[in-house]
């Protein structure tokens, strides 16, 4: 997706802060470095369950990059396809990115935000339901999977499985 620019810049939603650290990210997930040293910006994950957080990372861009870049190719493929055909861009956090259900109108209140960020300012958001998580998450490969699942491990212990977001929330921006 390379149509940021059409994105006016705002000051980042309290939606997208920490919740565990209650103010906004401030080092990134993996590495540990300030998230506002990176030009090419960094990009938060959320996921809920009912009112709750249930997991939340955000990612400077070079991890970014270097996770997406051990998904397999194939796998990397697909869900660039799966995106461009069935994501809309540009619906903001408040639909579903992908069946653009309104989030007030989730059978069950639970989804995932995304945002792209460069230093303070939200670029872009969006927001993928629970049930097109699930259909996305079986695109891809066993291999990516596993790696998704080796950086929850190591960043995130004691994680429940079913309470991850899935990799192709990664592959999104
Ligand atoms: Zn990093
Ligand atoms: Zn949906």
């Known amino acids: 997706m390379d149509d940021l620019n059409e994105y006016t810049p ?21 590495c540990g470095e300030t998230l506002s040293d990176f030009p090419e910006g960094f990009q938060i994950a959320k ?16 991890c970014h990059t270097s996770m997406i870049d051990e998904f397999s190719m194939a796998s990397r493929q697909t869900l660039e396809d799966y995106y461009n ?3 809309t861009p540009g619906l903001g956090a408040g639909s579903c990115g992908i069946c653009q259900l309104p989030r007030k109108d ?6 995932s935000l995304g945002a792209a960020c460069v230093g303070s300012q939200l670029l872009e958001a969006f927001m993928i339901c629970s049930s097109c998580m699930e259909v996305s998450n ?10 998704w699942n080796d950086f929850i491990d190591t960043n995130f212990p004691g994680v429940p499985e079913d309470s991850m977001p899935c990799p192709t929330n990664v592959g999104l921006f």
């Open 138 to 147: 079986l695109l891809v490969s066993k291999q990516t999977q596993g790696i």
């Open 10 to 30: 705002q000051p980042i939603p309290e939606e997208f802060h920490s919740e565990y650290e209650e103010r906004p990210f401030l080092t990134c997930t993996r």
């Open 106 to 111: 989730l059978p069950q209140n639970e989804f």
């Open 47 to 62: 996921v809920f369950r009912r009112e709750e957080v249930v997991f939340e990372y955000a990612i400077c861009s070079p």
């Open 85 to 87: 055909a069935n994501m």
